[in-house]
Nanobody, 115 residues
């Protein structure tokens, strides 16, 4: 079992920045993938960015060049630096942890981009 604790959401104006963090604890092995998904009201949950324990990253096209994912394997943490935020980035952001054959989700942290 793996537990995920997210932090860093909030309200920001368009063009602003936020940094999300997620800490994993529990039965963690060396090979896994961590990252972020988001879900806006009335929409399906979608990929934002993920990074494997080996350092390979994957981004949604909509956030490339604006968001940067990073992780600290020793601390089992993953971060999402979000710059140049747009109103369409408003969503509930979920931490994601994939350690085969299981997938774990955080409870979500709200990001609202509005003037």
């Amino acid at each position: 079992q793996v537990q995920l604790v997210e932090s860093g959401g909030g309200l920001v104006q368009p063009g602003g920045s936020l940094r999300l963090s997620c800490a994993a604890s529990g039965s963690i092995f060396s090979i896994n993938t961590m990252g972020w998904y988001r879900q806006a009201p009335g929409k399906e949950r979608e990929l934002v960015a993920t990074m494997s324990s080996g350092g390979s990253s994957n981004y949604a096209d909509s956030v490339k060049g604006r968001f940067t994912i990073s992780r600290d394997n020793a601390k089992n943490t993953v971060h999402l630096q979000m710059n140049s935020l747009k109103p369409e980035d408003t969503a509930l952001y979920y931490c994601y942890f994939n350690q085969w054959p299981y997938v774990y989700w955080g409870q979500g942290t709200q990001v609202t981009v509005s003037s």
